[in-house]
């Protein structure tokens, strides 16, 4: 698939909205243990564990072939070894 939509991105208004119940190390749990799962169907999507970076330590899901333009989801130009290695 070329393009992946993402949902529409909602406007901030003045009145209360309903917060979700998941706290942000379970949303984490949630990304990562997916990615995870995907690996099995697609096993070119790699996730790192990384303990030096110029954001500091930290998990990697690497899904080549798709970059963020800010608005969606788009195919990447040729993918560029980065040279970083797997940690599992």
Known sequence: MSEL???PQQKHTTKNEAKGDISAAD???LVVN???LMRA??????VRSVTESSRGPGILIWIP????????IVTAPAAVNDGL???D
């Open 65 to 72: 072939g798709y970059i963020d333009n800010g608005e969606t």
């Open 85 to 87: 290695t797997n940690v």
């Open 27 to 29: 949303a984490v749990r």
């Open 41 to 46: 169907n697609e096993p070119v999507i790699d």
């Open 34 to 36: 997916t990615a995870v």
């Open 5 to 7: 939509l993402r949902e």
